[in-house]
């Protein structure tokens, strides 16, 4: 390790500064702001924040102003990233976070029931994003909040529920009314047919029984002249004045 950097972590109280694995690319006073040094710092992995800690409690303690500028020989990863969020968090605020995050990408996201949940985060995520910038990590952490979910008035709901019970109920007796008109108008239907029937079949009666009382009262006469009655001649019937009556049959 240089001895320019164990000789400042030294400085910033940093008894160890071989876990650092830091190592100084420059060391400039900026000339726009003469008392400001910048710093370009290389560092061979990503932090822990095991290290980060100590490191971020000793250059606060500095008595002149900085800017550091990091680079990583060995890019950090979204899972070393989430991590070092995940232990910043449990040391500011002496818990665990509880959100479930969602890797995807190059991002990762947690999920919010409502704008007023994420509010109440919003500050801690602020830090959380200077803290990256300080780092030069990239910005990963996504937010998502739901759609609010609609009130559900559950009086309402019950009341909805039972005027379709009663709709319901309607449309059954509706039915059962239906089908006894139909039954009924089909009895109706039969007894109509059934009175054609027997009209039909009365009319043919008093037809027949007409034909054969005309047939009892005048027999099946037909007009013939005397002198052209024969045996097979049948029934007949006879036009003039009668001037002597017998009867005779013929076998």
Known sequence: MQ??????????????????DLHFEAVTKNPLLPQQW???VTK??????????????GISQLNYPTHFTFTYRQAPSLASMLQLMMDWYRVQFRQPYGRLPLINGN???????????????????TQVNDLFIF?????IFKHKILPPVAFVNQEKVDQLQEQVKAVIASRNDDEEQ???????????KEAETQIAIN????????????AKKKLRQKGEHVPTAIQ??????????????????FRREFN
């Open 44 to 57: 061979e992995t990503p932090w822990t924040y095991d290290l980060l800690e100590p490191f971020l409690a």
């Open 38 to 40: 910048d710093m370009i």
């Open 178 to 188: 239906d089908l006894f008109v139909r039954e009924h108008l089909e009895r109706i």
């Open 135 to 139: 780092l030069q990590y990239p910005l």
């Open 107 to 125: 991002s990762i996201t947690f999920t919010y029931a409502n704008q007023e949940a994420f509010d109440q985060e919003k500050s801690m995520w």
């Open 228 to 245: 052209d009655i024969k045996l097979n001649s049948g029934h007949v019937e006879v036009v003039g004045a009668i001037y002597n009556l």
């Open 3 to 20: 001895d320019q950097m164990v000789r400042f972590l030294q400085s910033i109280g940093l008894t160890d500064p071989e876990r650092f």
């Open 199 to 210: 009209y039909e079949q009365g009319v043919k009666q008093q037809v027949n029984v007409e």
